[in-house]
Every structure is written in structure tokens, then in C-alpha cells.
């Protein structure tokens, strides 16, 4: 299906999405405090199901992304045969994406998810040119335009109370109504995302309600294991005491670098993540912060190794290499290709999030990785920095609708640097040559609520230095987002 026609498919399924939520409102259960009106409710109301302590639920969103970058300054582009280059000319970018969420409680602590996802995309150069600051999180490294089906979660969730008080959990999208012990522990299992249990923020929320840029979905230089499309299988392990949690977690990694099969030897090729946090309130309002770290154990090139190994055989060059490599066709350029091997990567980043008044929260994620190996399943930053703050509507008497203005930057190491001034390609960047900078994204978006179900939202980025590449840019991107949830 070519992009214009999955744009006018994906634009009349949201007007019939519309139509049919609009018209099931005709009387409107109560909204929750903080969530759009869903099916659950309309099932409450009808005595139809137990939503203070389900059993089962049932969820689905509809999210709709155009992106469109002007022409930019480019005084070169894929130097020397390089192929990772953002394009300067004008281009057009998209992503359309439906997923279904069924829970399941199988008995007491015990439940069951399952997602089934559809995605269509078009990505802005092939997914090439940009480190940290990505505009579209949706972006999957191997979508098409053409819809793929796949299944996205399907995971086990085991609860042991230990007692204090009790937490009311709503009724959402991975998580069944109920309330359990604010002392327990939680164990996950199963085909899921690490950014499902680890790394969350209260403020930023669920991305597709807020930043569109990558740079604000997690730390940039967060290594996380994960396929091509942002799920892996492993496991995680929660302890909650009150306002304290500790979180372990081993989820597997791509078999290759970037690539969709998942390594199943979770023994010698993972990714481990350890996660510290506290929970309190500051001046009456509530706020958290959390202290992260990851080890992981893959198979990949080290930027120096790649270098010396061209620098004494000029033959191990891109275009040489028959192994797994990224199609560089820069013959006298070093290639990862060459020296692929188990190594180990490590990074530690703190995620602080706070409530200033009580629609309007402040965020920072900050992040240090050692940045001396490729990337492996995320993206190209080694170092990474943002912050930001959001409103609510209710400020302004339009209660379900968002604001929020923020600012990610991306640093990367100085012998990553090196290798990609020597013609280099790593994933997602190489240009041929680089002029090392920050590459940096400043963003704006407003979410208007059409329906108490339907957001329509508008965006703008600047990014400057894509691909760390100070010769480059600056690019402005302007985008839309049609959000549906029922």
C-alpha cells in the first residue's frame, strides 16, 4: 500500500472512529481524574463489569503521525560513499499505528496481557541522519508502508502482597482495576518493552499523548535490549516498599545490531538494568526520582578496534566486509563489520520527575553511557540530557487537552566521533566527514481534545547538529498527530 493511500485509508478510519465514539457518548459515565472516557466505564455503568477489581479489560488506541521537513543547509551529504546521511531536500515522513490491549486475571496476583499491534510507516531518510533527537518515536527500523501485523506483548504478571496500605490501581491499558499492597512484589515475564517497567515519568505520560520526539520518550542514550520494533523477551523483577522500589530486569537482545530477531541465549547476550526509585511530595504536590543503570553483554564492534583493524589492512574496509553491515559503500572507510565480538556496555542515568502546581509537571532525564561500542538495539547517542515541562488544559478550561515544551540534547564520544570523521557508519548516522557537536531538539506541541476520546495535535521541532554533524543544518520539522482511544 503506497503512503498516500494508507493516508487517506488511516484519515477515514479515524472519521469513522470519530462518528462512532461521538455517538456512545450520548450519556457519559464520569470521566477519571486524568483519563479519556473508555469502554470500561460504558461496562461499569451497565453492571457489565467489575471495574474497582476486574478480571478482564479491554483497551485500543489509533495514532496517526505526519512529519514534514523543509529543505536544510548541507554543504555535503553521504561523503565519500557514506550512506547514513539525513537528505536536506524536502521530505515527507508518516506513521500509523492501531494496537489492541486484553488483559486477564488468572487468579489472585496473577495476570495476562496481550497485544496485537498494526504499524505503517515512512520514515525520513530511510531512518538515517539523526543520533538522539529521532522526530517520530513510532519509527520502527524495520517498517514499511505497507501495514504489518505483529505481536507486540504478550506477557505474564505475577503480584505478592506484603502488606501497608492500599493502592488503588485504575483501570488502563496493561493494567487491570484493582487495589493491591503499597508493600509487594511484582514479577514480568514474557514479550514485552524494558520501557514498560523501567524508566517511566508521571509528567511525560504516555508518549502518544505528548512529545513526539524520540529524545523525550526515554533517555537517548539508553541502550535498552530490544528488537527492531522495541520489544524483547526476558523478565523483570519489582520490590515496592511504600515510596521505595527496586527494580532488576533481563531482557534479551537483536541477534544482530538493530535487526529484528531477538537473541534467545539470555546466559551470555542480554540486557540488564537496575532501577532505584523513590516516590514523594514536595511542597504538597507529588514528584519521584529514579536512578537507572545498564549492563549489557552483545555482540558488537568497538569503535577503536574498527580503526586500528583498517589502519593495518586497508582491505578491511565497508565495502569488503560480507559479514552483517549497514551497506556503506565508502571503500576507504572503517567498518564495525570487521570486529564484531562479545563486549560489554554500561550506562547510568537519573529520571526525575515533579508537579509544580496540579496540572502543570516539570521533567529531566540525564544519562552517561561509556559510548566506546556501536549501538545495539536503540539509538546512536552516548550521552543524552533533557528536560521539559507540560500543562493540563484544566488551566485554561479546556481539561482534557495538553501543552508541553521541552528540550533534549545528545553528546557522543570522542572516539565514535573519530570514527565517523574517517568515513565511518554506525546505524542510524555517518555523514562521511563530521565536525563533532551536540546534536540537540527543541520542541512544542499542543493536543486539542476534539471528543473525550479523539486528540488532535500539532508540533513543532528545531534540531540542530543532526548526527552530531556541526557542518549540517539546522533542520525544522512540523508535524500532526490524530489520537484515538476507546
Not at 471495574?51 to 478482564?56: A, Q, V
Not at 530490544?226 to 531482557?251: C, K, N, P, Q
Not at 571503500?331 to 526525575?352: I, M, Q, T
Request: glycine share 10%; proline share 4%; charged share 15%.
Amino acid at each position: 500500500m503506497s503512503g498516500r493511500r494508507f493516508h487517506a485509508v488511516a484519515l477515514a478510519a479515524a472519521v469513522w472512529l470519530s462518528a462512532s465514539l461521538a455517538g456512545a457518548q450520548a450519556a457519559p459515565p464520569a470521566p477519571h481524574d486524568d483519563e479519556a472516557w473508555d469502554v470500561m466505564n460504558v461496562l461499569a455503568r451497565r453492571g457489565l463489569h467489575d471495574i474497582g477489581h476486574e478480571r478482564w479489560n479491554l483497551y485500543g488506541q489509533f495514532t496517526f503521525i505526519s512529519s514534514w521537513k523543509p529543505p536544510f543547509a548541507a554543504p555535503y551529504t553521504n561523503a565519500g560513499g557514506s550512506t547514513n546521511s539525513l537528505v536536506p531536500d524536502f521530505e515527507w515522513s508518516f506513521t500509523g499505528s492501531f494496537s489492541l490491549f486484553l488483559g486477564l486475571r488468572l487468579w489472585r496476583g496473577a495476570e495476562v496481557y496481550f497485544v496485537p499491534e498494526v504499524i505503517a510507516e515512512r520514515a525520513l531518510s530511510s531512518l538515517r541522519g539523526l543520533g538522539g533527537a529521532i522526530q517520530n518515536f513510532e519509527l520502527q527500523k524495520t517498517g514499511t508502508e505497507a501495514p504489518q501485523l505483529y505481536r507486540a506483548r504478550l506477557f505474564y504478571r505475577q503480584m505478592f502482597g506484603l502488606g501497608g496500605h492500599g493502592v488503588t490501581h485504575t483501570s488502563d491499558p496493561l493494567q487491570l482495576g484493582a487495589t493491591v499492597d503499597s508493600r509487594r512484589i511484582v514479577l514480568t515475564l514474557g514479550n514485552f518493552s524494558t520501557l514498560d517497567v523501567f524508566d517511566r515519568n508521571g509528567v511525560t505520560g504516555d508518549p502518544r499523548q505528548t512529545f513526539f520526539n524520540m529524545a523525550f520518550m526515554t533517555h537517548a542514550s539508553f541502550d535498552f535490549g530490544a528488537d527492531a520494533r522495541g520489544y524483547s523477551w526476558g523478565g523483570a523483577l519489582e520490590f515496592i516498599w511504600d515510596d521505595w522500589a527496586v527494580r532488576v530486569g533481563r531482557m534479551g537482545v537483536p541477534q544482530n545490531p538493530n535487526t529484528l530477531p531477538v537473541d534467545f541465549d539470555l546466559w551470555n547476550h542480554s540486557s540488564n538494568t537496575l532501577e532505584l526509585e523513590h516516590d514523594h511530595v514536595l511542597f504538597g504536590r507529588p514528584g519521584a526520582v529514579r536512578l537507572l543503570g545498564y549492563l549489557n553483554s552483545v555482540v558488537t564492534g568497538r569503535f577503536d578496534e574498527a580503526i586500528a583493524a583498517h589502519a593495518a589492512n586497508p582491505a578491511h574496509n565497508a565495502t569488503t566486509c560480507t559479514g552483517f553491515n549497514y551497506g556503506s559503500l565508502n571503500a576507504s572507510a572503517p567498518d564495525l563489520c570487521w570486529v564484531r565480538r562479545p563486549n560489554v556496555k554500561v550506562g547510568v542515568g537519573l529520571n526525575v520527575e515533579q508537579f509544580v502546581t496540579r496540572d502543570v509537571g516539570v521533567f529531566l532525564r540525564a544519562m552517561w553511557s561509556d559510548g566506546q561500542t556501536e549501538v545495539d538495539a536503540f539509538n546512536a547517542a552516548d550521552r543524552s540530557l533533557a528536560f521539559g515541562a507540560l500543562a493540563r488544559g484544566a488551566l485554561w478550561h479546556r481539561p482534557f487537552d495538553l501543552a508541553g515544551a521541552g528540550v533534549g540534547l545528545s553528546w557522543i564520544s570522542d572516539i565514535h566521533a573519530r570514527y565517523l570523521a574517517l568515513g565511518g557508519v554506525d546505524g542510524f548516522i555517518g555523514d562521511g566527514r563530521i565536525a563533532q557537536g551536540v546534536e540537540g531538539v527543541a520542541e512544542a506541541f499542543y493536543s486539542y481534545n476534539l471528543f473525550r476520546a479523539i486528540w488532535l495535535s500539532a508540533d513543532y521541532q528545531f534540531i540542530w547538529n543532526p548526527a552530531f554533524n556541526a557542518d549540517r543544518g539546522p533542520v525544522h520539522v512540523f508535524g500532526a498527530r490524530l489520537h484515538a482511544e476507546f
